[in-house]
């Protein structure tokens, strides 16, 4: 690595059947690039810009891979975060031994001055990269991550070089600037990353850079700057309180101009313009752009969310299960037995395909999970999972809970996780509904317009019934009540009638609430009064 020739011959070599070896390899070197005294400053420049690049597709491999199964407690999952890490960390390390060195050079060369922004991008994306990994973990972010952005940046703002505009990367068709860069990974951070699942984190990033443009970054306190940082002490961001002591240091920045441009992607989004939206990779569902979206459309305005309801603190066991599938067949049931205008037909049809006797409770087949509950609030449950369970636990994951020894089953949604310095992950659910009750839909006008509706938005029509759980509101009533119905199911307009025996009523769908792995959680009108 000490000749750029031979770097180039070395890096043609890397094993292309094995990205995480590949990937490892060039990790190892970036170290060793770093670590190995004795290097003119442009070469040692050149062969990390080198390694940098080379190893960003096997990275993006990787992290796409991560993705797929961000498992806390997964083996194969820490493996590839453990890479895609490590990559970023020693990139961030590289790239700030470069200024640093730059800063000591006493006669630097026009080809130095002319990569000194790029490197200074690099850096703080390297180190925004490391601090999105770390999120995406629910670990708190490491203290040298603040440490290489804050010097990294104070660097380009004293030699006027914070609004420079450049290409990060060959290839790249955005331009970005150190001061863009350093915003874009601050604006993740106060996206609230805790209550999103780590694909959202992703999308929320990539958003953040497309929108950076409309974010303010101010010397000065402002109303639309919600939260500053003090460039003198690395940390991570504060709010902006009406009392500041304000210090030539800090700087203020905030989203509230993003807020137009995020609510015209938004009405994009539900009027199915979703070939506009490809800029936030294919790879995630619309709908699942639409909830973040959403989401940062509350955390980037002037007065977030905040959290206000009183916690008790408890000790005590709940018994989990997860998955759509399974809690529909545990919460409280329309007994189908009991229905109006069933068919012996569609009786065997149904009976089929819940496995669930019509007229009798049989046993299910499912495994629970005991977890230990910390706190409790009107909405929330905290609580700490324990080293041989939750591995499939992930934010936005549906949950049944159901207290020992108690019969009835609640649905719960994963809102947070966070893991401590001891490895512990501590979880905070949100109780959506305390009443469920699982019921049938069947669906209407079979060979009619509303079907063919159907069929152009999903591409079959595969069932005459759906399995959906109510969840009543706020009054406990199921007059303003949502509905959970499995992921893909959901059609805007879409008519079915709710299977509830004398009291069934035809229902329409009005809007898609939230997305998770596996549901959907939608509103909609009773087409006939409730009795």
Known sequence: MSDLKEAQRLLADLPGDNTLKALAEITSWLTSVTETPGFRLELRTEIIKLLDVTGQPLQAELLHQYLGAPHLQDFKGIQLWQAIHGFAKALADAYALCVDEYQKTEKKSFDLKEAIPVICVRLLRAGAEQMKLELMRYIEVEQQVWFRLFNCYSFAEANQLADTMIYAYPGHVIHISPQRELLRALMLYESSPGTLAPDQI?????????????????????????????????????????????????????????????????????????QQEQRFGNEFTPDGKLTVLKHLQMYWAKEPPHRHQERRDISASIEVVHSFRTISRLVTRMDLGNVVNLSEKDAATLKEMSNINLTADEGIDYTTEAWTITDLSTRGIGGVLPGTAGAWVKIGDLCGIKATNNPLWWIGLIRRLRTDHKGTVHVGIEILARKPLSVWLRILGKGAEKVSNWESSSGSFEYDYLPVILLPGADDSYANATMLMESGKYVLDAIYQAMMGEKSRDIKLTGLLEEGEDFEQVSFLWLKPNV
């Open 202 to 274: 992703e999308v929320s990033y990539r958003i953040a850079g497309r929108l950076v443009s409309f974010f303010d970054f101010k010397t000065s306190p402002d109303p639309d700057c919600g939260h500053f940082i003090d460039l003198s002490t690395p940390g991570a961001p504060m709010k902006a309180e009406g009392n500041l002591q304000v210090t030539p240091a800090m700087r203020f920045f905030g989203g509230v101009r993003a807020l137009p441009a995020i609510e015209k992607i938004i009405d994009q989004n539900e009027q199915s313009l979703i």
